[in-house]
């Protein structure tokens, strides 16, 4: 037997007027995902447990089996692992954005008008993190460069206690009563004014407003943790594992749960990412592990920016050359396997950031006799009665392991 999750980051959404009161999953046209939800057992489950924030950190860690109550540390140390860093015990990690802020001229005044800066460029973004760390740089602090984006700053010998906000759920707002506070706040909040000096005329962002691009003209810090201590994935469920993702933070997870993590070119984490590429190398490494997580970024970050029809469009994109080059690839190995589609959590347009909804889930096995079942969404999920209440059970399903 095989398996596969296949996680569409954010798909899960809230009734859209524009949509007729339907959601982007019942408006998308997802013919392969309709065709398995007639031999799938549908539900809801809830992905983040009560009390915590709904993350993609959390709720992923909860769909892959790791309950965030026990195992979270936090976002960045995550990212961190995946970005090769060593983190010891007595060090704190955390996410450094490049963001695009109006040009208000007093910087906490400022509006977060982009949290990715335009998705900025991989190759740009090194250059402007290059020049943060030659001026922020220290004995005690570094920061990392990542992907587009997203970056890391490691704090040495430091402690949490920082309140941050995410950039993305301040979207469109005035960043004054979102600046850090608590342990660190004020030396991390002077970074980010100091960093609009230096960021704001630097060649790299006088040639995107040229271009007609957004600069990335500041950093913003969250997402504080420190060093994860995940279970061993083989050892937790008994079975091999790898991960295909473009980000950071699932790449993390998974070399701190010692998975395979496939790269895969031209995968970005954006509606452009390379969708058939992940769907066959996927195919291709189950020829070698029994389980493959395959998370695709982009019904999220089209939520997070307000982009309806784009995200009706990644989802039709995930059904259409990963659902379908998933099954028929299993299918012609003529070998049993088992899928569960389902988001982590939903990034609803309404309110373009996360939310702690219950998610809709398909759990679809090739050897399941036909139900009545036409459709997978989130009105059909909750219409059929079954609610996991605890979001790290459902891999438990999947595997067939005990009575959930």
């Known amino acids: 037997m095989k398996y596969v999750i296949i996680l569409c980051d954010g798909m899960s959404d809230y009734n859209i ?6 959601t982007p999953l019942e408006a998308a046209f997802t013919p392969n995902m309709d065709a398995l939800a007639a031999y799938s057992e549908l539900g809801l489950a809830q992905s983040v447990p009560v009390g915590m924030k709904p993350g993609s950190d959390t709720a992923n860690l909860s769909i892959l089996g790791y309950d965030p109550a026990l195992y979270y540390s936090g976002r960045s140390p995550l990212e961190a692992l995946a970005m090769g860093i060593t ?48 001026n922020f740089g ?28 995410p950039p ?17 706040g004020e030396e991390i909040a002077e ?12 060649p790299i962002n006088i040639a995107r407003r040229k271009a007609k691009l957004r600069p990335a003209n500041s950093i913003w810090l969250w997402g504080e943790g420190v060093k994860p201590k995940l279970k061993d994935f083989y050892e937790k469920n008994g079975i091999k594992g790898a991960m295909i993702s473009a ?23 954006t509606l452009h990412t390379n969708y058939l590429g ?21 019904p999220d970050e089209m939520g997070h ?25 299993l299918r012609a190995k003529q070998e049993e396997f088992s899928i569960l589609i389902c988001p982590d959590h939903a990034t609803p347009i309404a309110i373009r950031t996360h939310s702690s909804d219950p998610i809709p889930y398909m759990l679809y096995r090739s050897n399941n006799p036909k139900n009545n079942n036409t459709k997978y969404n989130e009105k059909v999920c909750a219409e059929s009665g079954l609610f996991v209440n605890q979001g790290s059970k459902l891999i438990e399903k999947l595997l067939e392991r005990g009575n959930i």
């Open 138 to 165: 220290s004995l005690r602090m570094h920061f990392h460069a990542g992907i587009s984006y997203r970056h890391c700053l490691v704090m040495e010998n430091a402690a949490l206690g920082t309140v941050f906000t």
């Open 305 to 329: 920016q307000g982009e309806l029809n784009n995200k009706i469009k990644a989802i039709e994109n995930i059904d259409r050359d990963i659902v379908k080059t998933v099954v028929e690839g």
């Open 168 to 184: 993305h759920d301040i979207t469109g707002k005035q960043i004054t009563a979102y600046m850090p506070s608590g342990l660190y």
């Open 17 to 22: 007027p524009e949509l007729n009161g339907r």
């Open 247 to 269: 980000v950071d933070l699932l790449k993390g997870i998974a070399f701190g749960a010692n998975m395979t993590v496939v790269e895969v070119e031209g995968a970005n984490g």
């Open 87 to 134: 983190l010891k015990d007595t060090d704190i990690a955390i996410r450094c954005n490049l963001v695009t802020l109006s040009d208000d001229d007093i910087y906490d005044n400022k509006i977060m008008l982009d949290y990715s800066a335009g998705e900025i460029t991989t190759p740009e973004a090194h250059q402007l993190i290059k020049h943060i760390e030659a």
């Open 278 to 298: 992940k769907a066959q190398a996927a195919l291709n490494v189950l020829e070698q592990v029994d389980f493959v997580y395959i998370h695709i970024e982009a």
């Open 191 to 202: 970074m980010q004014r100091r960093s609009y000096a230096l960021l704001d005329n630097h």
